[in-house]
């Protein structure tokens, strides 16, 4: 069993779906379910299931940990405990640490540079980002810290016009401008 979380996604979601199709070259069975949706005799019987043609399966569950408390979380994440050796992984879309830290699972955070661009954006940040991520997540975070920002919920070195980043976004979604988001970011942080 493994636990995939964390803030980077992206990064964790790749594994994932990595994982799910290496388990399908192996001739695993995969079982995929919704942790908001799962419960325990589904989920047992997908662990400990054959198919007719004796491969085992692969369990993939997405959200459980994210899902609501309840008593019928405890009683599937009580199994799961005791299901380590199983093939099972478990993807959710946070940080999710302190509800596995007795569970073997694999945390995704977000490349440092990322904090320092969205602290002072420059040109030269920005670059150091593209190295390790892609510009579309760049672009997310830093519309996320302009808009906490403007909440008081967070800060961010320069005064950014949060109506320029909007228009970088129509235009790369309506393909008018003949570059693409990377560039139109360049030239963003090249006016400011």
């Known amino acids: 069993m493994l636990i995939l979380h964390g803030d980077n996604q992206i990064a964790s979601r790749e594994r994932f779906l990595a994982a799910r199709q290496e388990a399908q070259k192996q001739g695993l069975n995969v079982v995929e379910l919704s942790g908001d949706q799962i419960n325990l005799p589904g989920l047992t019987q997908a662990v400990e299931s054959k198919s007719l043609f004796g491969s085992a399966n692969a369990v993939f569950i997405e959200g459980l940990f994210s899902s609501r408390p309840s008593n ?9 405990s ?3 050796n199983e093939n099972i992984i478990i993807w959710e879309s946070k940080d999710v640490t302190a509800q596995v830290k007795d569970l073997p699972s694999t945390k995704f955070d977000l490349p440092k540079y990322i904090f320092n661009f969205l602290d002072n954006p420059t040109l030269e940040s920005f670059r150091k980002c593209l190295e390790v991520m892609p510009v579309e997540q760049i672009f997310a975070s830093l519309a996320t810290r302009v808009h ?3 909440l008081g ?18 235009k790369q979604k309506t393909s008018s401008p003949p570059y ?7 030239i963003w942080l090249a006016k400011h």
């Open 72 to 80: 019928a979380k405890k009683q599937i994440i009580g199994y799961l």
């Open 82 to 84: 005791k299901k380590l």
């Open 148 to 150: 906490k920002a403007l």
């Open 153 to 170: 919920q967070g800060r961010i070195a320069k005064k950014i016009n949060p109506a320029e980043l909007l228009e970088i976004e129509y």
């Open 180 to 186: 693409d988001l990377a560039s139109a970011l360049e």
